[in-house]
């Protein structure tokens, strides 16, 4: 399963969102302020090998989810999880059926008292990639040849057999998931809900005072700080999740109609230090103080280019321009052009001139240095 881009971003990939007829002119966008479905992102950000090393929480906090979280919690939420986790995401989607509000308590009542077909259903039919209902419920139904033309040719299909075989057989479910989550919450989340609670719900408090411009993929443009992102044909729901555990980037996660777009929760709603300079504002000139970085930036400049292109250019392995591609995407310097079809090209970067400019000017205002405050 791979759950990054070639920039290092971390998204899922976007043949799990049904192919339906066509695309609605308009898609509905919601927004959720609080900590029901940042309790699962830390559950995967924590188990999931692949989470990526470029988030602002870091080593330590990862370290201290990990000692905060007993052996037998931790293990239970393993064999939930199955490979990389990737259930804990799968259930976001569910849980946004779950009535409003979608406040922790309520919601996770909830996931523990649904049917635990529907359960099961859901979670095989998220690994999945568009596998049709009937195959689903051969799966379900615990067919075994099922499982095996409905997992195809994934490198992880191994570990995933053994987990969806488990699963289909497994009595309980929906308790267990509702459990887990609680369980987490209070034994582990709870060192870090008040802090990130408030940082959440203010982020969500101000995305749903903004101004609506344009479609829903020029909002999940802004949100997103540049990722241009074409929204399958089929999506009619978008979901804005502002998050703290994926700062300073963001994750989108579809199933079925629904697209998820968690994004990093910004600097002004996370720093208290009214003198400080805003976290944002160091973030762009830490990634312009790196030559090949900077060398980036003057080719993006001429025009978008590929990785491939990118990585010639700077005589560099990918590995390393992902590296490089990630900073400076994670202060929004560039922008991620993620085409519809991914068969038939691959992503590109362009510079966000605006950054620059924003920089520039906002670096003005703080030191004192812009005309405005000199003659003030």
């Known amino acids: 399963m791979n759950l990054s881009d070639e920039s290092g971003r971390m998204i899922i990939p976007t043949d799990r969102v049904r192919d339906l007829t066509s695309a609605p002119r308009h ?102 990639d568009n596998a049709d209902s009937s195959l689903i419920e051969e799966v379900v139904g615990g067919d075994a040849e099922a499982i095996t033309r409905l997992l195809g ?37 709870a060192e870090f809900e008040p802090e990130f609670g408030a940082a959440i719900s203010r982020a969500a408090a101000a995305r749903r005072a903004a101004p609506t411009r344009g479609d829903a993929k020029t909002v999940v443009e802004e949100v997103t700080v540049g990722l241009d992102f074409e929204i399958p044909i089929g999506v009619t729901r978008v979901v804005l999740i502002p998050s703290m555990v994926t700062r300073p980037l963001s994750l989108i996660n579809g199933h079925r109609e629904t697209l998820i777009v968690y994004y990093g929760v910004a ?36 025009g978008s280019a590929s990785l491939d292109e990118l990585s010639e250019m700077l005589g560099l392995t990918k590995s390393t321009v992902h590296h490089h591609i990630n900073q400076l995407r994670g202060a929004g310097l560039i922008r991620v052009h993620v085409p519809a079809d991914k068969t038939k090209s691959r992503h590109s970067y362009s510079m ?21 405050r000199q003659h003030a």
């Open 352 to 372: 966000r001139e605006q950054s620059l400019a924003d920089a520039a000017g906002f670096l003005d205002s703080y030191l004192g240095t812009s005309p405005e």
């Open 153 to 189: 040719d994934k490198p992880e299909k191994a570990a995933m057999n053994e987990f969806i075989t488990w699963l289909v057989r497994t009595e309980g479910l929906p308790s267990r998931y509702a459990s887990a989550l609680q369980r987490f919450r209070a034994e582990v989340f």
């Open 267 to 302: 600097d002004e709603f996370v720093d208290a230090d009214p003198e400080a300079p805003p976290s944002w504002l160091v973030r762009i000139y830490k990634a312009l103080s790196d030559d090949k970085r900077l060398r980036i930036m003057r080719r993006l400049s001429e």
């Open 27 to 128: 898609i509905p966008i919601e927004i959720e302020g609080n900590v029901t479905f940042e309790v699962g992102m830390t559950i995967w950000s924590v188990l999931n090998p692949k989470s990526n090393s470029a988030l602002d929480l870091g080593q330590d906090w990862h370290d201290k989810v990990t000692e905060l979280t007993s052996e037998e919690l931790g293990t239970e939420l393993a064999d939930l999880g199955g490979p990389y986790a990737f259930a804990w995401l799968g259930l976001a989607s569910l849980m946004l059926s779950a009535p409003h509000p979608h406040d922790p308590t309520r919601v996770y009542d909830w996931l523990g008292g649904i049917d635990e077909e529907r359960l099961r259903r859901w979670i095989v039919g998220y690994a999945s």
